[in-house]
């Protein structure tokens, strides 16, 4: 760390965002909002059931009622499987259902009442099989399978499968076992985290529309292009034919990533002949979407000498994958890497297994694995500093990596923050103050990686000078997309108001992963700086004629151009627009080019997709004050000091939300969010009365800060992602918080009333 | 309370939606959500859960803040209804509005108009709250994005401006 790279943000200055009036007047458009003459309601049929074989399926009354446009199945799509790592799935049911969400048929009437009796009126009849119902009896031998037929998927060549284990990785450095001999002390925990969900508080809506061989659908993704490939893949179209426009989504958290309902209904628009409207209902969207937080099972061992110095590491996880496989098949991966953690540990054995059962399928939520991991191993972290009679922040300074440490993957981290993060989160959360004997300060680290991919953007400006930025970036909520234009302002000497957004259509801009990954910025705004490079350099041209100067003196600043030097001799870019309209025209555009993945040196990783070298590596330090009512088990937070490394801050006020938003959902994790199932797989609290939020009422203040160092292969000017980071390590903390209340640690999360006071009495829960 | 009942238990009634009546025939079951979004045309006041709980459809009947789509549509006859749309005074933004774009306590947006509601009302009945008495007046309000943090900062930077 030095003074020059360094500066630590703690209040945000003000930036309104181009979104904003929209969305505080209503005027701003959702997808559910849209209407088109002669729209139909779509509703699906489910399986309801958790494991059974389709013995009859008989659609012909619904498809007589009056009012009835289209009832799909198997039969009425072309034979396709898919998934983005393993080929498992297919759009309807075929002879099997395997989890209760999964959709048997598709129904589109003239309006939903009609629609749902048609749903209710198609005969379907099963024939139970075993329900697989249990991660780790899943890995077993005698288990029965949920795909008998896996061999024959198709998967990515780097996928390890076998039988219900989808995806195995592991990450193996050192000499584990020799790692263990040498240390005084080992410690061994077992820790089981529930599922949980994204509920971003818009549900899922898709409408779909033909005109002539051409689709055009409004949907509810994060990710356009991605829903686009999977529309292409199933119904077999190519990608210039299929449209995807998402009018403003009312966030997703990962739940909306991914490749969802987008086919079912433009199948169900070809067939009727008519636009289709699917909204979900809030039950529909807790069980049956292919994103959902996975449970993990996480056996934990740690050898440590008297003074602290971790010897070795070696862990066991099965995370539950659900009945297909979504892009959880590098969760294997990720989570190993975050149950190792963001240590110096010279000896490390991770294994992971990422497990079929009659689950609704897991997928990408906000930093997926990592908060579970996370609350796993620093919960276990405590557990050993408690052993070895180290305070836990005293401990995590000893043993978490900082600049120019060497991580358990083998990676060589250049300038990072994460020491500073520790420091700063401690000491705003008051660390080591005294408290009343029901209050304690839990601490826990994160990190998590920052995904460079490839990315486009175009920049025009018409002949009143009015820029516009076409972009294939996805905008969620967090903002990313509006920091875009203070970016091209920037370039230009332009201001952020002269530009309009046009963005999340797949007919009009290049390609973006989308709102996945936190890599908007990173990646989109490389893309849109290099787009508005070249409108600046068209500019300087035509300025320079104009001004008879050379280009190479020729500055863009306040909605001008002028010569270097001479600040009369100038032009307004308005006038330059003007002139380029008459002859050529302003248009840029702009590819980013992905960083190059850092090496890794003396480890080895089976089931490898990429996720044990961490680009632009981002790291975070939660400190919370939990109060804790010992006769009840309730425990209430009531201060979160936040302190990250996410590189440099372009939109301070967006970064804000951002961690408030996350370390909410954190507390949401920890204390009430988790999945429950029944016998037959079928979840049991698919509700907001049941699976309960935190509201404004449960929140304390978030102190929020960051340490900005410049990191290289970060996004423009040395921004890292952030979206994601910040939802890692608060439940961890509370747990610390917990443990330090309790005399020992609640070994499952959601970190519920009842199992606080179970823990209290001693149970082994 | 209605104004002409049909056979099959459809009604003709008239709604006052920010100071406009709109006559409106619908099912004696339908929700007001759905008779705002649907037959009145107004789309701004949303849907999260159909459950009274996450707030998304929050509208002030006679000022008081109801779940819209807990509510028949026609039991809302003769009470004036007012929804997102009938927050701004002309062209100006309302002070609520206007802090939570200043103070950033807009993210997707999806809870946005049922808050502004909620908070309208809050202020209505006690003109300077404290933080906590804001955050148990928006505690009906679910919002998955911010934290709230800011959301309960522009309420009370509202509440700063004269007259809001
Ligand atoms: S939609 Fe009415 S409370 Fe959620
Ligand atoms: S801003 Fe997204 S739910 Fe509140």
């Known amino acids: 760390m030095t003074a020059t790279t360094t500066a630590i943000t703690t209040s945000p200055p003000r930036f309104v965002r181009a979104d904003g009036p929209d969305k505080v007047t209503g005027s701003g458009r959702y997808t559910a909002d849209l209407s088109l003459t002669g729209v139909l309601a779509a509703k699906f049929r489910y399986a309801n059931i958790g494991h059974a074989r389709i013995v009859r399926l008989d659609v012909t009354a619904a498809r007589a009622m009056p009012g009835v446009f289209a009832v799909l199945t198997a039969d009425d799509v072309p034979d396709v499987r898919f998934g983005p790592f393993v080929q498992d799935r297919t759009l309807f049911a075929r002879d099997v259902v395997r989890f209760e969400g999964e959709i048997v048929a598709a129904v589109a009437a003239v309006n939903a009442v009609v629609a749902q009796r048609a749903v209710d009126a198609i005969v379907v009849e099963y024939e139970p099989l075993p329900v697989i119902n249990d991660i780790e009896a899943a890995l077993s031998v005698e288990s029965a399978l949920v795909h008998p037929d896996w061999q024959s998927y198709g998967a990515a060549d780097a996928l390890v499968r076998d039988r219900n284990d989808a995806s195995f990785a592991s990450i193996t450095k050192g000499d584990v076992g020799a790692g263990m001999a040498a240390a005084d002390h080992i410690i061994e925990s077992r820790y089981v985290a529930d599922g949980c969900h994204a509920v971003p508080i818009e549900p899922r809506a898709v409408v779909a529309q033909w005109e002539g061989n051409k689709v055009t659908i409004w949907t509810t993704t994060q990710v356009p292009f991605d829903a686009r490939a999977g529309v292409c893949e199933t119904l077999q179209l190519p990608t210039n034919r299929v449209r995807i426009i998402v009018p403003h989504l009312g966030g997703g958290f990962g739940g909306k990533c991914g490749f969802h309902y987008e086919a079912h209904i433009a199948a169900l628009a070809r067939v009727a002949k008519r636009p289709v409207r699917l909204v979900f209902t809030r039950r529909e969207e807790f069980i049956a979407p292919d994103r959902r937080r996975e449970s993990i099972v996480f056996n934990i061992e740690t050898g440590v000498l008297d003074d602290g110095t971790i010897t070795a590491r070696r862990a066991w996880l099965a995370m539950d994958n659900g009945a297909y496989t979504a892009d959880a098949a590098f969760f294997s991966q990720l989570a190993a890497m975050h149950t190792a953690g963001p240590y110096r540990i010279p000896n490390v054995q991770v294994e992971a297994h990422l497990v079929y059962t009659n689950h609704q399928p897991s997928g990408s939520v906000r930093a997926p694995t990592a908060p579970q991991a996370c609350w796993a191993l620093e919960s276990h972290t405590d557990e050993v500093a408690a052993a070895v009679g180290i305070d836990p922040v005293e401990f995590r300074r000893r043993n978490a990596v900082d600049t120019g440490a060497v991580g358990p993957s083998g990676q060589t981290y250049g300038e990072i923050g994460l020491q500073q993060c520790i420091d700063l989160a401690a000491g705003g959360a008051g660390y080591g103050q005294p408290l009343p004997d029901d209050e304690a300060i839990g601490v826990a680290i994160g990190w998590w990686p920052s995904f460079s991919v490839p990315s486009g953007a175009y920049i025009k400006i018409d002949g009143d000078g009015a820029g516009q930025i076409i972009t294939g970036a996805q905008e969620c909520g967090t903002g990313s997309v509006m920091t875009l234009r203070d970016l091209a302002a920037d370039e230009l000497g332009m201001k952020p108001e002269d530009f309009e957004l046009v963005y999340q259509d797949t007919a009009v801009a290049p390609y973006d992963m989308g709102a996945t990954g936190s890599q908007t910025l990173l990646n989109n705004g490389r893309a849109v700086i290099a787009a508005a490079g070249q409108v600046a350099e068209q500019l300087k041209k035509l300025a320079a004629d104009h001004l008879e100067a050379a280009e190479a003196d020729i500055v863009l600043a306040d909605g001008h151009a002028y010569v270097a030097g001479t600040p009369a001799t100038t032009v307004s870019l308005v006038e330059l627009a003007g002139i380029a309209a008459g002859g050529q025209l302003l248009i840029g555009h702009g590819s980013s080019t992905p960083a190059e993945a850092p090496p890794l040196a003396g480890s080895s990783c089976v089931g490898d997709l990429g996720m044990a070298a961490f680009v632009a590596p981002q790291f975070s330090c939660h400190a919370v004050r939990v109060k804790l009512d010992r006769d009840t088990g309730v425990a209430r937070v009531l201060h979160v000091s936040a302190a990250h490394d996410s590189g440099i801050i372009i939109n301070p006020i967006g970064a804000h939300g951002q961690v408030e938003g996350a370390v909410m959902m954190g507390i949401g994790q920890a204390l009430s969010e988790g999945t429950t199932y029944d016998d037959q797989a079928r979840q049991r609290n698919a509700a907001l009365l049941e699976y309960k939020l935190q509201t404004c009422a449960d929140a304390p203040p978030i102190l929020v800060q960051f340490v900005e160092i410049f990191t290289p292969d970060a996004g423009p000017r040395g921004a890292k992602g952030l979206a994601e980071a910040p939802n890692i390590a608060t439940a961890a903390a509370i747990s610390n918080a917990l443990a330090k209340l309790i005399g020992r640690p609640v070994r499952q999360l959601p970190m519920t009333a009842e199992r606080v006071w179970n823990t209290i009495q001693g149970d082994a829960s | ?164």
Do not use: W
Request: with cysteine.
């Open chain 2, 1 to 164: 309370m209605t104004d002409s009942t049909t056979a099959s238990g459809t009604f003709d009634v008239t709604l006052d939606v920010n100071g406009i009546a709109y006559p409106v025939h619908i099912e004696q079951d339908r929700n007001l959500l759905s008779v705002i979004r649907g037959e009145v045309g107004l789309t701004g006041t949303k849907e999260g859960c159909d459950d009274c709980e996450c707030g998304a459809c929050m509208v002030l009947l006679d000022g008081r803040p109801v779940n819209s789509c807990s509510y028949l549509a026609v039991q809302a006859q003769g009470r004036a209804i007012t929804t997102i749309e009938g927050v701004m005074t002309g062209d100006d933004l309302h002070p609520l509005q206007q802090a939570l774009l200043d103070e950033g306590g807009v993210q997707c947006g999806f809870c946005t108009p049922g808050m502004i509601m909620s908070a309208m009302a809050l202020l209505a009945d006690n003109p300077s709250p404290s933080e906590e008495q804001v955050r148990i007046g928006l505690s009906g309000n679910l919002c998955r994005c911010t934290g709230y943090t800011r959301i309960v900062a522009a309420v009370q930077r509202a509440a700063a401006v004269p007259h809001a």
